[in-house]
T-cell receptor, first 111, second 113 residues
C-alpha cells in the first residue's frame, strides 16, 4: 500500500484558501487518493477522492500532480468550522475496505 | 437522511464488566466497519462486515472482543471482560458498496476504570 506523508499542522486565516499537501510518491496506477477530515469529537468525514484528474465538489477541490506522486486538497474559503485533522489516504479503487488513517494534518483556521 | 447512529455516546464502567456498543448503519449500506481510536495508535480498523457476514476481523485485538451483525440494520461490538487499556473512542462506519466512501458515526467514548 502506498504510504502518505502530510505536514503535522497548518494554519489558515478565515476566508482564505487552505491548501493541504500530501506526498504519495509510491502510489501505484490503480490507487486513488482519498481525503477525510475529523472535526473534534466527531467521526471522520469523507471529503473527496480522485485518480489522476482534478476533482471538485461542494466541499473542496483535489489537485493531483501529473506524475501522481503528490496532491493538494484545497478548501477555497476556509471557515472556523473547517478546523479539523485532515487525512490523505491512498487505496485501490476496488479495495477501500481497510482505510489506513495516518496522523494527518491538523488545520487550525483562525479569525 | 439519517447517518450512522451509535449508542451509547459515552460509557464509563469498571474493569471486568461486559461492555456492548451498538451501531445502526445507513439504510441500504451493505458494508459495516468498526474502528477504534486512541492517542497512541490513532484510528484502527477492528472488523468489517459485508451483507451481515464478517469479512476481516484481523484487527480485533484479542478474544475479549467480539462483533455481530444479526441483521442489516444493527451491529454490536462487545468487550468481555473489559480492561482499562480498552479505553478509547469506538467508531462505526458504513458504505453502500465497494469503492464508495465510508460514512462514520460520532463514536462511543469508552472509559474503563
Amino acid at each position: 500500500d502506498a504510504k502518505t506523508t502530510q505536514p503535522p499542522s497548518m494554519d489558515c486565516a478565515e476566508g482564505r484558501a487552505a491548501n493541504l499537501p500530501c506526498n504519495h510518491s509510491t502510489i501505484s496506477g490503480n490507487e486513488y487518493v482519498y481525503w477525510y477530515r475529523q472535526i473534534h469529537s466527531q467521526g471522520p468525514q469523507y471529503i473527496i477522492h480522485g485518480l489522476k484528474n482534478n476533482e471538485t465538489n461542494e466541499m473542496a477541490s483535489l489537485i493531483i500532480t501529473e506524475d501522481r506522486k503528490s496532491s493538494t486538497l484545497i478548501l477555497p474559503h476556509a471557515t472556523l468550522r473547517d478546523t479539523a485533522v485532515y487525512y490523505c489516504i491512498v487505496r485501490p479503487r476496488d479495495n477501500t475496505d481497510k482505510l489506513i488513517f495516518g496522523t494527518g494534518t491538523r488545520l487550525q483556521v483562525f479569525p | 437522511d439519517a447517518g450512522v447512529i451509535q449508542s451509547p455516546r459515552h460509557e464509563v464502567t469498571e474493569m471486568g464488566q461486559e461492555v456492548t456498543l451498538r451501531c445502526k448503519p445507513i439504510s441500504g449500506h451493505d458494508y459495516l466497519f468498526w474502528y477504534r481510536q486512541t492517542m497512541m495508535r490513532g484510528l484502527e480498523l477492528l472488523i468489517y462486515f459485508n451483507n451481515n457476514v464478517p469479512i476481516d476481523d484481523s484487527g480485533m485485538p484479542e478474544d475479549r472482543f467480539s462483533a455481530k451483525m444479526p441483521n442489516a440494520s444493527f451491529s454490536t461490538l462487545k468487550i468481555q471482560p473489559s480492561e482499562p487499556r480498552d479505553s478509547a473512542v469506538y467508531f462505526c462506519a458504513s458504505r453502500r458498496s465497494a469503492g464508495q466512501p465510508q460514512h462514520f458515526g460520532d463514536g462511543t467514548r469508552l472509559s474503563i476504570l
